[in-house]
Structure formats: structure tokens, C-alpha cells
């Protein structure tokens, strides 16, 4: 396993025979080939009040993102000891590919046990697509960690364009890059991931074709910064701090926060290696309510400038403070003299069902992945959501918590979701989302 991004990583469409193969694997998914074998019942992770956890040991990993700050806040404020979990290692990782790897090993092997993830990872790797010799590694998602947050910042040369959450202004200055023989880039952070997704529906609603007008390419967050400023790439989508460090820098600007795309959009989740959450059903769950009452804690006002001194700290994000204290208190300067206070599309991390893992956004994140090529058309999205989104702990974590029920969601679904351009999704039938979008690599 290596950390650097794989050929078809990098570009767009799978390959047939990881296709083949995934269609095997789903076939096969009877309860053997991918979940098979956990003795894993999703009633089994009730909380029995002043019951001991079965360990009290986990190992979570995270990328340097302030949308990780729930597993930070966790650890520095003593949450998890406060729920019986005394042993928790919350470990950095360089890359999003790292965070696959050591999820593919487990921490028997060195690797870690769960963590900060992008959401559709957890179902990229158990569907065995993203992992090495497509070896399918069941992952549970047991919380959402946010909504929006992200960014997709443009670099200096289009400072006059001015470009916002309307791409279309983009497209000729692109062409016109490529006709000086120039080549043009758009990064991300993970094939298939949110930040994949998010620049790749700006461009296409743009009327950019992410898979033949510019080149997509992987690099991880932390690295984002350093690669505009050596041209490496003309646009790229990232969590903060990296957005506000690119303008405070000087190398380019803000073009719109992803919640302006889609308000309220689901992004990182909080999830564990299934075997892990088989094995200790009462840890899994105690961790969730660690992780609920960090997002608590996180979305109040007045912890806004403690969370960002939090962040900053070397362990954690290790950026400058002044890079991460406004958004995270919601204040927006673009980098083009617009600026917004309070903004109505900055991170929520509790409030707006936040933290609650709707089984229609997942749904939503397999449906972009079948637009991009990275998933089959005849995918079983239901079947795989069904093993992986592990809303049941987080149900039963927020009765223990004693969570008022205006906090708790009456349903699975969020319901029908509409887009910057017009798009609508609707969980009911994905399939009309999909036959209404123009620019798509679906094969």
C-alpha cells in the first residue's frame, strides 16, 4: 500500500475490470464476501447505563482540517475518558490515501481503527473499490461530523474574472490557457470523495467537463497551498484552513463556499472499521457520544476562539491561529474584497441535524459516484448503505445522551434536495437525477 494516488486515482472512470469485479463483490455480499461473518446485529449496540465498555482503546485517524475539530475537542477536553474511553490515540495522517491504508490494516496491524473521513470513503473501501487488489474492507459510518465548510478557491492569474459560485466565466479562460499550450488542473483531495464531487459539479454545472477540459488531480490538503503557488494547479476544493491560508498568502481567492452549491451538504463522517464496532458494540457507541458532545460543544458561539486555538496547535492542524479563527466563527472574506459575517452557509457541526448520518445523503454521494464513472450504473446502492450507515448507534447514543426529540431526526431521509443550478435530488428516485445531468461519465 502506498500513499501516493494510483493511475486510476487519478482519472476519472474505473476501469471495466474493477467494474467486473465490483459486481462480483456485491453479488457475493449475501452476508460473505463483505460483511459476512461480524456477527454484527444492528440492535446489539444498545447502552447499558453504567455498563463497562468491552475496551477502551481506539485509534483515529484525521487530516489536518478544522471539519476534524469534533475529534480534537474530544480528546483536549477529555470527553472520551468521560465515557469509559481512557485509551484513545487520535493520530494525524498525511492524505487521504493514508487514512485508507490504515484502515485496510486495523490497528492489530499498525493502522487505526476509524476516524475523520470523507463520506463516501467508508463506501468506496468496504465495496473493496479503492482498496489494494480490490479487497473489500467493511467500514461503518456511525455520525455525520458537519455540514459544508469546504471551499473552492482559484488561483491569482483569474483575479480578474471575479469567479464565483457561476463556473461558466472560467470555461473560456481554461480554453484559452490550453490553446497557449499550458496545461490546466483542477485539484481534489480523493477520487470519489466530497471534495471530488463538490469541484466536479461546479465545473459541470459550469459547463466544464471535469473529464476532458481540464485534468483532475489528487493532492492532499495540507499540500494544496504549496502546489497553487508553483502553478500546480489553476482551482481546488479543500476543507479550511487552507482556503483563507491561500488568500492570506496572497496566491489566490475564495470563488464560493460549498454550502452555497448546496446548503447544508453533508461532508466528513465519524466512522470504525465494522469488525471493530462487532467486537465492542458498547465502545463503538460510547465513542459516538464523545464525538456528539465534542460537535455540541464546537457549534456554541463562544467556544468558536477556543476550538480555533485548539485547532492551530501543532498536534492537531498546526496552521496559524489568524488562518483559522474567522470561518471558524463564520466570518468570510473572499480574497476579492466581498465579505460576509455570519455567514448562512459557514460549518455547522451540530446544529441543522449536523451531526445525524442521513442515509439520503449517502445515497446521494454512491448516486454522484455512478455519474462520475467511479461506481456501476446497476450498483445496489440501497444494499450497501443498509450494512455501512450505522444511524442505529447513533440513536441509541443520543437516548443516552437524553437528547431532546426536536434533536433527534423522525426519519432516515432529509428528503428532496435542490442545487445552486436547479437540480433536484430526490432520494425516491435517484435515477431522474441523474438523466437530468448534462456533463457526466457514466459508461
Not at 461532508?267 to 465502545?283: H, I, M
Not at 466563527?329 to 449536523?354: C, I, L, S
Request: aromatic content about 10%; proline content about 6%.
Amino acid at each position: 500500500m502506498t500513499d501516493k494516488p494510483t493511475p486510476d486515482e487519478i482519472t476519472s472512470p474505473l476501469l471495466a475490470s474493477r467494474r467486473r469485479f465490483l459486481k462480483q463483490s456485491i453479488a457475493a455480499a449475501g452476508g460473505i464476501a463483505l460483511f459476512g461473518g461480524l456477527g454484527l446485529n444492528h440492535q446489539s449496540s444498545a447502552w447499558a447505563a453504567g455498563g463497562d465498555v468491552e475496551t477502551t482503546k481506539a485509534k483515529l485517524g484525521f487530516i489536518a482540517l478544522t471539519d476534524a475539530a469534533p475529534l480534537f475537542v474530544a480528546a483536549e477536553k477529555g470527553f472520551f475518558a468521560k465515557y469509559g474511553m481512557t485509551e484513545v490515540e487520535v493520530l494525524k495522517q498525511s492524505s487521504w490515501g493514508t487514512t485508507r491504508d490504515n484502515l485496510v490494516l486495523g490497528s492489530a496491524k499498525n493502522g487505526i481503527d476509524g476516524g475523520h473521513i470523507l463520506t463516501p470513503m467508508p463506501y468506496l473501501i468496504s465495496a473493496g473499490i479503492v482498496t489494494p487488489n480490490n479487497q473489500p474492507v467493511p467500514i461503518s459510518i456511525l455520525a455525520r461530523l458537519n455540514l459544508a465548510g469546504q471551499c473552492i478557491s482559484v488561483g491569482e492569474e483569474y483575479r480578474d474574472l471575479q469567479i464565483g459560485v457561476d463556473s461558466t466565466p472560467f470555461k473560456a479562460a481554461l480554453e484559452a490557457k490550453k490553446a497557449s499550450g499550458k496545461k490546466v488542473s483542477a485539484a481534489m483531495t480523493f477520487p470519489g470523495g466530497t471534495h471530488d464531487l463538490w469541484i466536479r459539479y461546479w465545473l459541470a454545472a459550469g459547463g466544464i467537463d471535469p473529464n476532458s477540459d481540464i485534468s483532475t488531480i489528487v493532492v492532499p490538503p495540507a499540500q494544496m497551498v504549496a502546489n497553487m503557488k508553483v502553478g500546480s494547479m489553476d482551482t481546488f476544493c479543500v476543507c479550511e484552513p487552507w482556503n483563507a491560508q491561500l488568500i492570506n498568502q496572497k496566491i489566490g481567492y475564495t470563488a464560493n463556499t460549498t454550502g452555497e452549491l448546496w446548503h447544508n451538504h453533508p461532508e466528513k463522517s465519524f466512522a470504525l472499521r465494522s469488525d471493530y464496532v462487532a467486537a465492542n458494540p458498547k465502545a463503538a457507541q460510547a465513542l459516538t457520544m464523545a464525538i456528539m458532545e465534542a460537535q455540541m460543544f464546537c457549534e456554541k458561539p463562544e467556544n468558536k476562539e477556543e476550538v480555533a486555538k485548539i485547532c492551530s496547535q501543532r498536534r492537531w492542524i498546526g496552521a496559524p491561529y489568524a488562518d483559522i479563527v474567522d470561518r471558524m466563527k463564520g466570518n468570510f472574506a473572499y480574497g476579492t474584497g466581498k465579505v460576509v459575517e455570519n455567514h448562512p452557509e459557514q460549518m455547522r457541526y451540530w446544529d441543522d441535524f449536523a451531526s445525524y448520518p442521513f442515509q439520503s445523503h449517502d445515497l446521494w454521494f454512491l448516486t454522484e459516484n455512478q455519474r462520475w464513472g467511479y461506481l456501476p450504473r446497476d450498483f445496489d446502492s440501497q444494499a450497501l448503505i443498509a450494512q455501512v450507515n450505522r444511524e442505529d448507534i447513533w440513536r441509541a447514543a443520543a437516548a443516552a445522551l437524553n437528547l431532546p426529540t426536536e434533536q433527534i431526526p423522525a426519519s432516515t431521509s432529509r428528503g428532496i434536495e435542490t442545487f445552486f443550478d436547479g437540480k433536484v435530488f430526490d432520494p425516491e428516485n435517484p435515477q431522474a437525477y441523474l438523466d437530468s445531468l448534462a456533463i457526466k461519465a457514466m459508461a
